[in-house]
Structures are given as C-alpha cells and as structure tokens.
C-alpha cells in the first residue's frame, strides 16, 4: 500500500527492494500457462486502484503471489465480514481505498496480506510496519503478512518479523519438473 489519504496510511506501504532485486520473469514470459481463474481475475485488474471482489475464500496467498510474478506489481486482500476485496497497485505498493478503509474499521474488516514484487523481498517496510500498528489502534488488528512471487511468506507486526513461511506453488514445481525433463 502506498501513500494514501486513508486516516489510517499516511506513508508508503510495500516493497522493501534487495539490492539485487530485478523484476522476476513472468510465467508467460517463460511460456507457462498460469491457472484460468488467475488470467480471470487479472483481466479486471488491469490499472492501479482496480478492485475485484469474491467471497472469504477468494484470492489465496498462492493466487496473489503468481499475479505479483505474472504483472510485477503490488496486490492486497482485504477481507470485511464474508466478503474480500483484492486491490491492484504498482511496484511500490497498493492503495486501500479510503471507503474501504471506513468500512473496514467500522465493521472490524483486516488487511489479510499483500505481496511484494520481488522473489525473496518479504521483510517489512518500516510503512508496513506503521500500517499495522495503526490497523491496531483502529480495527485490534495486529499483525498482517507479505507474499512474495516466489511464495515466500512472512507474518509481521508494529516491531517486525514474527515468522516465515513458504506457499508452495504449483506453477513453479510444473517450471521444475520441465527443466528437469529437459536437462536430464
């Protein structure tokens, strides 16, 4: 997320660049089909801003870390009651809306994730930092999590890293197993 004029973001959220982070080759880049359900989803999201809905269930980690690899860009999943939103940003970082953000500190909503660009590039922004402690005083909510293309994961609060993770990712075990059958 990125500077807004959300009461609740008032910096930059988002991408914390390695020094040798370059934008990751796309999978249709590399000639790998991703899932129909992506190419549905991100054929609505196709500027900064756009908002897709779905319901609770919608828009996994696993999703949204192919559509960071597939488009370069930020993406984050806010869920409100049964219903989810999935915002597009840039490379720096997404906007939540500020009606979203309303609605979300006035019916107890969370920032589920959202992704960094770069494969590996899962530590916390000092932004992403100040965003969950003000999540805190707004929503209780006190932690939130990053999801890189590679499927690197990291939950975080105000002071930092709390854990890492891995989402395996189909898309990048079929990549494996083609360059083994090509290789061997």
């Known amino acids: 997320m990125s500077k807004g004029n959300s009461g609740l973001f008032h910096e930059t959220l988002g991408t914390t ?12 880049d590399r000639g790998v089909d991703i899932p129909e359900h992506i190419k549905q989803t991100l ?3 196709k ?6 809905t779905g319901s609770r269930d919608s828009f996994s980690m696993k999703d949204v870390s192919v ?3 597939e488009t370069g860009v930020e993406f984050a999943k806010v869920t ?4 989810t939103y999935l915002v597009r940003g840039d ?4 906007v939540v809306p500020e009606a979203l953000m309303k609605k979300m500190a006035k019916r107890g909503g969370t ?5 960094h660009p770069h494969d590996n590039d899962c530590v916390p922004s000092r932004a992403d930092r100040e965003m969950v402690k003000r999540l805190k005083s707004k929503t209780g909510q006190s932690t939130s999590q990053i ?7 990291v939950t975080f609060n105000e002071h930092g890293v709390i854990s890492t993770g891995i989402v395996p990712n189909l898309i990048d075990e079929s990549l494996k197993q083609a360059y083994l059958d090509l290789w061997r």
Do not use: C, E, W
């Open 17 to 28: 660049h390695i020094n040798s982070s370059q934008k990751d080759t796309s999978y249709a």
């Open 43 to 45: 054929s609505k999201l």
């Open 47 to 52: 500027s900064k801003g756009d908002i897709v």
């Open 67 to 69: 559509m960071s690899k």
């Open 80 to 83: 409100i009651g049964d219903k």
């Open 91 to 94: 490379k720096n970082g997404a």
């Open 111 to 115: 920032l589920d994730f959202h992704s």
């Open 147 to 153: 999801v890189t293309p590679n499927g690197r994961t």
